[in-house]
């Protein structure tokens, strides 16, 4: 829906975005993050993942925004 690409990578326990077009991604999570796996992006564009070493189940506001 917003064009964006979302990595769990779960060697790094981090989460990556990639944009279209991208050459890098950018690291939108990782500091508390053990093990994610998984991922769900609801309507509003919210990000879910299940943060496994920790047992339990994170959502982070992802703010998609259009530059000119």
Do not use: E
Request: hydrophobic share 40%; net charge positive; glycine share 12%.
């Amino acid at each position: 829906q917003f064009g964006n690409m979302y990595i769990m990578d779960f060697g790094n326990n981090r989460i990556q975005q990639w944009a279209p077009g991208a050459t890098f991604g950018i690291t939108v999570a990782s500091a508390s993050m053990s093990g994610p796996r998984g991922l769900a992006v609801d309507p509003s564009g919210n990000l879910a993942t299940a943060d496994t070493g920790n047992h339990r189940i994170v959502l982070f506001s992802v703010i998609c925004r259009k530059y000119s």
